[in-house]
Each structure stands twice: as C-alpha cells, then as structure tokens.
C-alpha cells in the first residue's frame, strides 16, 4: 500500500492516511510503547524511543505517533493488539445481574392500537386531528403533540394502512421526558396494524474501557439481552486524559465520536438481530458514563475538563434524539444521558448511586468504583459526598510491561510459594497466559509483598536465591510465566519495578481520595460501616489483596460487597421507572463534589500511601500481621 505524505508527517498519521490500524492506547503521547513499527528503508526522524531498547531501535524500530517521515519510507507494521475484541467474557462478568423496581408507574413509551375512520365529505377533520381524536376516545391519551418529520409521513401511512374501511395503526406515543415528565405526550411514530405487542428500549454504559448494552422490553419491563464489547476508542488512549488529548488532532473529537458510536451500534445490531427486530423498533435509550465519555458520545469539546478550574460543558445534558448522533435505533426515539456531578464524577457514578440504593441507608457507606478514573462516593440517605482520584489505567492492564485487559488467556490470580518464590497462577478462560489483567496484577502485588519478594517500597529483593528475579532491559523484574508456559509468541510474562511503581501510584490516589473524603466530613476509615464496589472490574478485586496493597482500607472482610456494573444496572432502572429516573436526578443535585486536583491535603495522604501498604502500618493491623510486624 503506498500514500503520499508531506516530509515531517507523522508515521501514526501517514500510517492512518493509508487506512491501516494502529493502537495508540496513551492517545499517540509516546508513552506507552506499542505502537511500535518496524522502519525497513527511509529515513525517520524519532522524538522519542520510550519503551525501546537499543537493540530494538538499531533493528529499526520506531514509535509511530513519535516518529516523522523525512524521505520515501518503507514501513512494516507489526500485528497490532487487537483493540476491537470482543468482550463476551467482560460482558456476562460485567452485568450479571437485573435489577428491577415495584413502582414503576407509567412507562416513558406506549403504544395504542387505534381503528380510524378516513374522512369523507361529511367528516373533512384534519389526518392529524384524527389521530389526536381516537388517542383521545379509545385510549384517554390526551394533548398529544407531533413534531415535523413524522407530520410529513403522516398522511401516507395512514392510507396505507386502510383495512376493512379503516385506517389500522398504532400510535408510539413518548409520555414526558426527565425534563418535563408531566409534559404533553409526542407522537414518535404511527406504525401500519397493530404492533403493540413490546416496545424497545436500550439502557447503556459508556465505560472508558468497555461498553455494555441491555435490550429491554419497555411494555412488560422485561430484559431481552444484553451485549458488550471494548470501546472503540481504545486505540486512541486508554485513559480519558489522553482521549481529550486526541481531540486536539484535526478531526478528533469527531474520529472519537464516531468510534463509540460505531460500538454502541454494532451492539445494538447483534441484540436487535437476536431478537428479530429493526433499529425503528427502540424508542428510548438511557446513557451513563463518566463527563469525558458523555462529552464524546455527544460530540462535546471535553478540552475544559483537564484545564483547570476543570469545568465541563454539562453535567445534565438535555434529551437528543436518535438521528442526531447516527444511532441505530428510531429517529425519532429519546437519548437519555443521565447527570453527572462534575468534571471527573459522571453518569456513571450517580447510576451507581442509584443502583446501590446508598442515598436511601442509614449506614454511612463507601461506594467505589476501581477502574481508571477511580470515582469514590461516600455518605447516606442525609448526605453524599464524591470524588475522583486519577487512577490512570493501570489496573485495566496498561502502561504495565505483561499487562492485558480482562480477556481468556490474561492472568487473574496468583499465588507465590514462600520458601521458593515460585509462582502458581490461573487464567481466564484457562488459556496459555497471554499477560496478566488488573485482578492478577493486585493478586501478584499482595503475594509478593507478603512473601518478601518486594518490600514496603515496592523494590524487587535481588539478593532471592531464585532465577526468577532478574534484570531486565528496564532494570529489576520478577517472571511470572516462562515463555515456554506461555502462550505463541507472548515470550516471559513479568512484572518490572517499574511497573510496581506505577501500579503504587495507582492503589496511592485510590486510598488518599478514599482519606480525604472521610476526612473532609469529620471521620476516620474505620467508622465506614460498610464499602460497596461498583465497576466490571471491581468484583473480581480479591479483598484480602487489595488490603494487603493498602488498595483498599484494612477493615472486615464482610463489610465489603461487590455489586458488578452499577453503571448500567442504574441506566436500566431510570430506563423502565421514572421514579428512578426522577431520583437520580436529585442524587447528583444532593452529591457534593470535592475536587481533588487543588487540594494540597490529597497531596499529602497520596504521599503517605506510596508505600506497601501505607507509611502508617498501624492503620493496616491484618497486614503487620502477615509480615510479622
């Protein structure tokens, strides 16, 4: 394939220009390493060689979003991660569970079947006066209003639908939205025959890593199915701040848009396929997902939300409709994205609320969820307060040197005999390992902390009389997996020092957002009575490990509950309930938000938790006990 580009292009931009895919999980910053190519005639010129060692660089190889063309350049372009996989295993882990209310009251969609009479000389009543007459007779719907796309068909479809001397429809009818429940119904669509048999609505989560759609049954409130699969945007940074970053490019913010778009609508299609549905079948759609991936999903600049004061463009954007964002659903239908609080605490984080019932208990109660942004939410029924601590996307398996997202073949437990510093390990899936995902890389942490393979400042101990620890192009490291227990091609599975810093820093902003929130409001960890984690990711969070790390604080084990994706449990409950689509709207208003990135207190309880598993060990009494402290 050959393309023509100016000298001093960029290769990922030449490599794009020419239609060819390449990962840039860090958003094309030259950080992450691996969008590495292989430079096989040309002159380049590298800004950066991050992640290469120098071997690698004098076989030619090069950091695409780093590298400029300066003459006629022969590329080859090395498999790339597959960032488009799918994610049926994320996707049955995610969200296995349906949550359900008895007080829905009247659902935001119905349809009626109506018998009209056409006009005749003796009855000239307009078509769409009709329409508002038998909704009104056969059915009390009263006030129905129409917008103009539908008042342009209007007069078609009713003649076409003439049977036995009548006109034979059924009338979709929108009954308010979160703006105006008790609003004047809208006519969303006039249907030829009698097709009231179910009603189509979608509830999603748009997570930074994954998203997650559940088809729904509006009518009997029934779950229809539900599908899930890494988001798009993936291969454009793995974080939010390097997607905002990526808007900066010419074309980005719309590259990006189009990317969960094209996610969210490949699910549909499989759910509606499944189904034996058209996309003119969903009416209504709720969103949830944190302020980066709302702004995105609308085509909203998120520029604003990294610069300080770090002010989004909206917390609770208004109701679109479905052609307006390319959607694969009705025309005509709602888009729901539900309100965040602020500039890192999203949709996703008041569903979770929600989900969790935490502003109706008595109980003051922690709510996390431990993914990249790392929101935290702490309080009860009288008061809610929240934050977010940037996690990075350490724990999704990036930025670490084996890391891999959750899929068959990743790592997720470890253990680590004692006296010989061997490893045992299991796999998702029970595949040859291929890496090792956020569950395995806490497990590993806690193990070779308490068997004495790092200490409480995360450095690897060279002095173990084992060939396991070693030095590796980066400095010290531990292999997990030889390369001949591995997976084709993965090579040695390891985990360097310099990942275990990372990964501290992590586990460090976690629990210092975890402090300060208690803090703030006159309390200590220890009086939390109970932690709720939300999140795909956080229910496969081993506790006693996490603990260990000082991940989590050091409390009873049966304190802590898991509650799998409450993103999109949340969406689908304001989905089908307008009660609960009413009550989210007033936990974000009751939900204080504290802004950690000007707050000099975090700075300092993240300083004092960079350690394994905090500089304060008497707040971590399990784990002193374990090192025979």
């Not at 000389?121 to 009104?136: F, K, M, P």
């Not at 002095?463 to 590796?472: E, F, K, S």
Request: negative net charge; aromatic residues 6%.
């Amino acid at each position: 394939m050959i393309v023509r580009v100016a000298p001093g292009t960029v290769l990922s931009d030449a490599l794009a220009k020419a239609g060819v895919r390449i990962a840039l999980p860090c958003g094309g910053q030259g950080r992450c390493g691996r969008c590495r190519v292989l430079v096989r005639e040309g002159q380049v010129r590298r800004r950066s060689v991050v992640r290469l060692t120098p071997e690698e660089v004098a076989q030619g190889y090069a950091l695409a979003c780093q590298t400029l063309v300066e003459s006629d350049v022969t590329l080859y372009v090395p498999p790339q991660e597959e960032v488009l996989e799918r994610a049926e295993d994320t996707a049955t882990r995610a969200a296995p569970e349906v949550v359900t209310c008895d007080h829905a009251g009247l659902p935001w969609v119905m349809k009626y079947h109506l018998r009209i009479t056409p006009p005749s000389l003796d009855d000239n009543t307009t078509d769409w006066e009709r329409v508002q007459r038998e909704l009104a007779r056969q059915h009390d719907v009263r006030g129905v209003r129409i917008e103009l796309p539908l008042l342009k068909r209007l007069a078609g479809v009713l003649r076409a639908s003439e049977r036995d001397g009548a006109w034979d429809v059924t009338a979709v009818v929108e009954h308010g939205t979160w703006q105006d429940p008790d609003g004047a119904p809208r006519l969303i669509d006039l249907v030829p025959g009698d097709v009231t048999g179910r009603t189509l609505g979608l509830a999603v989560d748009i997570g930074t890593t994954t998203n997650v759609v559940y088809l729904s049954d509006l009518s009997g409130r029934q779950m229809l199915g539900r599908a899930s699969a890494y988001n798009g945007q993936i291969a454009c940074g793995e974080d939010i701040i390097s997607r905002i970053i990526y808007c900066r490019r010419e074309g980005g913010l719309q590259h990006l848009q189009e990317l969960v778009v094209n996610t969210i609508n490949g699910l549909i299609d499989e759910l509606l396929a499944e189904q034996k549905a058209r996309p003119e079948d969903v009416y209504l759609m709720t969103v949830a997902g944190n302020p980066t991936m709302i702004h995105l999903f609308l085509g909203l600049d998120p520029a604003a939300i990294r610069l300080e004061p770090y002010i989004p463009t909206v917390n609770n954007p208004p109701p679109v409709r479905g052609r307006d964002l390319g959607l694969h659903i009705h025309p005509e239908a709602t888009v729901d994205c539900l309100p965040g609080v602020g500039a890192y605490v999203g949709a996703d984080i008041t569903a979770g609320v929600l989900r969790a019932g935490l502003h109706e208990s008595d109980a003051v109660t922690l709510f996390i969820d431990v993914g990249t942004n790392g929101e935290i939410v702490l309080g009860n029924r009288d008061w809610l307060i929240s934050c977010a601590c940037s996690a990075g996307p350490a724990f999704e398996g990036a930025g670490v040197e084996s890391g891999m997202r959750a899929a068959p073949g990743a790592i997720e437990e470890v253990w680590i005999d004692p006296q010989t510093a061997e490893p045992t390990w299991r796999t998702i899936g029970d595949r040859p390992p291929r890496g090792i995902c956020g569950s395995g890389i806490i497990s590993l942490l806690g193990e070779m902390l308490i068997t004495g393979i790092i200490d409480k400042g995360g450095r690897i101990n060279q002095t173990l009389n084992t060939p396991r620890v070693r030095m590796g192009h980066g400095g010290p490291e531990y292999v997990l997996v030889w390369a001949d227990q591995a997976a084709p091609g993965v090579g040695d599975v390891v985990i360097t020092e310099v990942d275990i810093q990372n990964l501290m820093r992590a586990k460090a902003a976690i629990y210092a957002g975890m402090s300060i929130l208690a803090s703030s409001v006159g309390l200590s960890l220890d009086m939390i009575e109970r932690v709720l984690i939300g999140g795909a990711f956080g229910q496969y969070i081993d506790v006693e490990k996490a603990i260990d790390i000082g991940l989590l604080p050091d409390m009873p084990w049966d304190r802590f509950q898991y509650l799998g994706n409450t993103s999109v449990q949340g969406a689908y409950l304001c989905l089908q309930c307008r009660d609960h689509r009413a009550r989210i709207a007033e936990v974000a208003a009751m939900m204080t938000y504290l802004e950690l990135s000007a707050d000099n207190a975090f700075m300092n309880e993240f300083t004092s938790a960079l350690f394994l598993p905090h500089t304060d060990m008497a707040a971590f009494p399990s784990v002193q006990e374990k090192l025979g402290l």
